[in-house]
């Protein structure tokens, strides 16, 4: 689906990386049960993914309200039943979810402060059931190095529209998440300089 629906916000990044992020998500996702995506943005990805796994509930979150109007803009566009209507999550805040199947989300963690990045550890590792797999996407450096010089140019800009920014360690990440009851499953590199990230419950 590439038409933006009245209302609806469009981004040219999400459009273009959906088709691979779903690949990896086919072999990850379980046969059935709620998806939460974090910070859902516009909503292109849940639209998307919500009919590219018809078996699965998508809930998408989003913690700004002109982006949940946006998220139901492009629901209201697909009519896929199983694409839930947007709830307020801020990471860092109150999860307005007890149980997910599943968590997912995309280019959040290097546009936050570190703190985001604990926050969604240990809110994940509170509601993810045995076995579910967190999924993050999103540019990582590996044991402290860029994996290439554009990455490097791009934490520079990102710290630049917030100091608390900035592309984050994976292999630390993973130490931390250990502390939650999550362990790193796989890492699959994606185009872009960017890597998909399975954590799974324990």
């Known amino acids: 689906m590439t038409d933006k629906p009245p209302g609806g ?3 040219q990044a999400a459009h273009r990386n959906r088709e691979p992020i779903g ?3 086919r072999e990850v996702l379980p046969a059935e049960g709620t998806v939460v995506e974090i910070a859902a943005g516009g909503g292109q990805h849940a639209a998307y993914f919500s009919g590219l796994f018809p078996h699965l509930r998508w809930q998408p979150t989003e913690p700004q309200a002109d982006r949940r109007d946006s998220i139901e ?3 209201a566009h697909t009519g896929h039943p199983n694409f839930l209507a947007p709830l307020a999550l801020d990471v860092e805040g109150p999860w307005p979810i007890a149980r997910a199947d599943a968590i997912y989300l995309a280019n959040l963690l ?3 402060p570190r703190t985001a990045s604990t926050a969604l550890l240990r809110g994940a590792a509170r509601v993810l ?11 990582f450096t590996r044991n402290g190095a860029f994996t ?11 710290k630049g529209w917030h100091p608390s920014y900035g592309i984050r360690d994976l292999e630390e990440l993973a130490a931390e998440a250990v502390d939650y009851g999550l362990h790193l499953d796989e890492v699959r590199d994606m185009p872009a300089n960017n890597f998909l990230v399975v954590w799974r419950r324990r």
Do not use: K
Not at 129 to 139: E, T, W
Not at 148 to 158: G, K, L, Y
């Open 148 to 158: 290439t010089p554009s990455n490097a140019e791009f934490d520079q800009t990102v």
């Open 110 to 112: 290097h546009v936050s």
């Open 23 to 25: 690949e990896v998500l």
């Open 9 to 11: 916000l469009w981004f």
């Open 129 to 139: 059931v045995p076995g579910a797999p967190l999924c993050v996407y999103g540019p």
């Open 73 to 75: 803009a492009w629901r």
